[in-house]
């Protein structure tokens, strides 16, 4: 009789378990056709390798894991902006421009090198400070993707620059650059553009979907975006 009902035992244990895996394989398969119908498209297709390697110039966002305001503590910012500087150095990339919001960051990097890799860069950027961070909290500091766009030719230096520094502003959190200490420049370059006068706007090619969408329904570009990365 224990034989048996040892037996049972295990096959309703190994139907339990049947099941489960079936939900779990729905759940995920839903989870999965949701992110990709919500998250920024062209990540799920990087760039070639070899074209985040050298003297190039790309525009980077970074969220925080669940988008938690992780940012708005000071010490979190102030710590992430050090390292920021600490991981461009070792990683030979000049960070002519960042910016530490509540849920995101934004930096404008150049290669300073034939052999600066962008992917190296960023994520040894994240490890790191997600190592750190975990280690202190007990919790997740990056979402698991980030987004980049390799600059060109239209796309020039300044009119990126600003559009990093003014975000704070869209998002009502100051009323210049000069309000907001989480932004800023760790090269003369990156310097110079912010003492200049505001150059034209830029917009990330997610924006510019979102403005032509809101254009053809008559919203305003202004309008929130529903769906890929951050302002």
């Not at 760039?47 to 938690?68: D, E, I, K, M, S």
């Not at 400070?129 to 239209?154: C, E, I, M, N, V």
């Amino acid at each position: 009789m224990g034989h048996a009902a040892a037996s049972w035992a295990a096959r309703l244990e190994a139907k339990r378990f049947k099941r489960s895996a079936v939900v779990f394989s729905a759940a995920s398969s839903a989870a999965c056709f949701v992110t990709t119908l919500t998250v920024f498209k062209r990540k799920h297709i990087r760039l070639a390798t070899g074209r985040y390697q050298g003297r190039n110039l790309y525009f980077v966002t970074l969220c925080f894991h669940n988008r938690r305001r992780l940012g708005a503590n000071a010490h979190v910012a102030s710590w992430l902006i050090a390292s920021l500087r600490k991981h461009a150095a070792i990683c030979s990339f000049f960070v002519h421009a960042y910016c530490v919001m509540p849920d995101h960051m934004h930096l404008l990097a150049a290669g300073a090198s034939d052999e600066s890799n962008l992917i190296k860069f960023i994520e040894s950027f994240k490890q790191q400070t997600a190592f750190d961070f975990a280690r202190r909290t007990h919790r997740r500091l990056w979402q698991f993707k980030y987004y980049d766009r390799l600059l060109r030719g239209s796309d020039a230096p300044g009119r990126v620059a600003w559009y990093i520094w003014l975000n704070p502003i869209r998002q009502g959190l100051c009323g210049t650059p000069g309000d907001y200490p989480f932004l800023g420049a760790f090269t003369q370059i990156g310097v110079k553009l912010s003492k200049g006068s505001i150059a034209s706007e830029w917009l990330p090619p997610w924006k510019e979907h979102e403005s032509d969408a809101c254009r053809a329904e008559g919203r305003g570009a202004t309008s929130k975006p529903k769906n890929g990365p951050p302002a």
